[in-house]
């Protein structure tokens, strides 16, 4: 296994204590481009009897509010790194991508810099990392992209099936087409963070127990593996046969304490003046193409979240049609600063549009994590309110530190219409937060 880190830097450890239940060792051992690790990510606990504690990036725009481009310079950046370590490419995008990353704000849009003799299979790892794969897809002159899934399509067989042990929702499902995937093309698989590894060599022994091949890339922008799982890495190479590459912004050791029991903690809920809110709902479903229906929800999916397969050209033109809905969506903005809103797996359409919609706009996403709520400085998850997914009411959704007050105006995507019934659980929630109007925007009616 080629392991791509060198570091610049001397070896550097930080603690950081969580709620006072659980402290986390972190020895930084490879930090290529000298990051700052406090930009990177904060820590919050998990409501999980698996996994007690959680890395909350402060780049994907899931548990965090970020500023949309940063999203998408994070993924630019990483797309560099892989580009110089694993393709041995003479990358010149990547001083000025670091230059971007350190500014507070930046203007970087997507712009394919790997070139066509480069063609690679991305997957980006539902939920969390959707929008990360597909921004780092959006670097390739030529490559093909899909995420996984935990949607069910009864009428849909996938080509591939794995498990996440210590998620919330474990059952990982791969619904595109078999040439995609039946073919000897290195595969990326990206992620937002690897603690143990395990999820990317269950996708790896998935895949190569019915689609095998030589070469095997994983992209994360954080990989705490310990010696013993890099040591399974190294089995699994030798046992298949194949090549595994690894690819991070930063790496390291991870030691956990935990000092009591996470259940005993009183979560304060946030207190909330009442203020009226508009609703208003957005349709742009004119510029998105159907693709099938779902089984619970039956209006249909849309053919360009990923979900069942895009390759370079297809990618072109959704940048397009990126463009001419965002046009719409400026025209919306009442406030002065809005937060847009992606559910679930539906990120990166959302994230991208919101960096098209002017000044002031920020992203982040629903999600099934439930976490502790405590309002404390520097914690991950200082505010949150939880709900029914309006898609589908078996799954529990959470939004986490969106603080009452703090925006104007909130757009909330969802890629398929759902019923005022279904929303109206999430509606009361954000009227809560102090909001002058909310915008419910679907992509499919």
Same mark, same amino acid.
């Given at each position: 296994?080629?392991?791509?880190?060198?570091?610049?830097?001397?070896?550097?450890?930080?603690?950081?204590?969580?709620?006072?239940?659980?402290?986390?060792?972190?020895?930084?051992?490879?930090?290529?481009?000298?990051?700052?690790?406090?930009?990177?990510?904060?820590?919050?606990?998990?409501?999980?009897?698996?996994?007690?504690?959680?890395?909350?990036?402060?780049?994907?725009?899931?548990?965090?509010?970020?500023?949309?481009?940063?999203?998408?310079?994070?993924?630019?950046?990483?797309?560099?790194?892989?580009?110089?370590?694993?393709?041995?490419?003479?990358?010149?995008?990547?001083?000025?991508?670091?230059?971007?990353?350190?500014?507070?704000?930046?203007?970087?849009?997507?712009?394919?810099?790997?070139?066509?003799?480069?063609?690679?299979?991305?997957?980006?790892?539902?939920?969390?990392?959707?929008?990360?794969?597909?921004?780092?897809?959006?670097?390739?002159?030529?490559?093909?992209?899909?995420?996984?899934?935990?949607?069910?399509?009864?009428?849909?067989?996938?080509?591939?099936?794995?498990?996440?042990?210590?998620?919330?929702?474990?059952?990982?499902?791969?619904?595109?087409?078999?040439?995609?995937?039946?073919?000897?093309?290195?595969?990326?698989?990206?992620?937002?963070?690897?603690?143990?590894?395990?999820?990317?060599?269950?996708?790896?022994?998935?895949?190569?127990?019915?689609?095998?091949?030589?070469?095997?890339?994983?992209?994360?922008?954080?990989?705490?593996? =310990? #010696?013993?799982?890099?040591?399974? %890495?190294? !089995?699994?190479?030798?046992?298949?046969? @194949?090549? $595994?590459?690894?690819?991070?912004?930063?790496?390291?050791?991870?030691?956990?304490?935990?000092?009591?029991?996470?259940?005993?903690?009183?979560?304060?809920?946030?207190?909330?003046?009442?203020?009226?809110?508009?609703?208003?709902?957005?349709?742009?479903?004119?510029?998105?193409?159907?693709?099938?229906?779902?089984?619970?929800?039956?209006?249909?999916?849309?053919?360009?979240?990923?979900?069942?397969?895009?390759?370079?050209?297809?990618?072109?033109?959704?940048?397009?049609?990126?463009?001419?809905?965002?046009?719409?969506?400026?025209?919306?903005?009442?406030?002065?600063?809005?937060?847009?809103?992606?559910?679930?797996?539906?990120?990166?359409?959302?994230?991208?549009?919101? =960096? #098209?919609?002017?000044?002031?706009? %920020?992203? !982040?996403?629903?999600?099934?994590?439930? @976490?502790? $709520?405590?309002?404390?400085?520097?914690?991950?998850?200082?505010?949150?309110?939880?709900?029914?997914?309006?898609?589908?009411?078996?799954?529990?959704?959470?939004?986490?530190?969106?603080?009452?007050?703090?925006?104007?105006?909130?757009?909330?995507?969802?890629?398929?219409?759902?019923?005022?019934?279904?929303?109206?659980?999430?509606?009361?929630?954000?009227?809560?937060?102090?909001?002058?109007?909310?915008?419910?925007?679907?992509?499919?009616?």
């Amino acid at each position: 296994m080629k392991d791509t880190q060198i570091s610049t830097l001397l070896k550097k450890t930080f603690t950081y204590t969580i709620l006072d239940k659980i402290t986390v060792e972190i020895e930084v051992t490879a930090n290529p481009y000298q990051l700052n690790l406090e930009e990177l990510f904060t820590m919050a606990a998990r409501i999980n009897k698996k996994r007690s504690f959680l890395f909350v990036s402060k780049l994907l725009g899931k548990h965090l509010p970020i500023q949309p481009r940063k999203g998408l310079l994070t993924a630019a950046l990483l797309a560099a790194r892989y580009a110089e370590s694993i393709r041995e490419l003479n990358c010149q995008a990547t001083e000025g991508l670091v230059r971007s990353f350190e500014k507070k704000e930046t203007d970087f849009q997507s712009v394919p810099f790997i070139p066509k003799s480069v063609k690679p299979v991305v997957i980006g790892f539902a939920e969390t990392a959707t929008s990360l794969g597909h921004a780092f897809f959006d670097c390739f002159e030529e490559a093909e992209y899909f995420h996984t899934t935990r949607e069910v399509i009864d009428y849909l067989t996938p080509c591939i099936t794995f498990e996440e042990e210590h998620s919330h929702a474990t059952s990982h499902r791969c619904y595109i087409p078999i040439d995609m995937i039946d073919n000897k093309r290195e595969i990326i698989l990206v992620d937002d963070e690897m603690t143990t590894g395990k999820t990317a060599i269950n996708i790896i022994q998935s895949i190569h127990s019915q689609y095998p091949r030589k070469d095997y890339t994983i992209v994360s922008i954080l990989d705490w593996r =310990s #010696e013993h799982n890099k040591q399974q %890495f190294i !089995q699994l190479e030798r046992t298949l046969g @194949i090549n $595994i590459n690894v690819v991070s912004l930063m790496s390291g050791m991870v030691k956990i304490n935990e000092m009591g029991k996470l259940q005993q903690l009183e979560q304060q809920p946030d207190s909330y003046k009442e203020m009226k809110t508009s609703l208003e709902k957005v349709s742009l479903s004119a510029y998105f193409e159907k693709e099938c229906a779902g089984t619970k929800n039956k209006i249909s999916y849309i053919k360009e979240t990923g979900r069942f397969g895009l390759d370079s050209k297809n990618n072109l033109v959704l940048h397009q049609k990126i463009n001419n809905a965002a046009s719409v969506l400026r025209q919306h903005r009442t406030g002065s600063k809005t937060l847009c809103l992606g559910t679930g797996e539906f990120m990166y359409i959302p994230m991208k549009l919101a =960096s #098209e919609m002017g000044r002031d706009v %920020f992203y !982040q996403s629903t999600t099934r994590s439930p @976490i502790y $709520i405590q309002n404390i400085q520097g914690y991950g998850a200082r505010h949150g309110i939880g709900f029914p997914n309006p898609e589908d009411w078996d799954v529990a959704h959470f939004v986490y530190n969106i603080s009452p007050g703090e925006y104007d105006e909130l757009f909330v995507f969802f890629e398929r219409e759902v019923s005022a019934e279904n929303l109206q659980p999430l509606v009361k929630q954000l009227e809560n937060l102090q909001l002058k109007s909310i915008k419910i925007v679907f992509f499919s009616d």
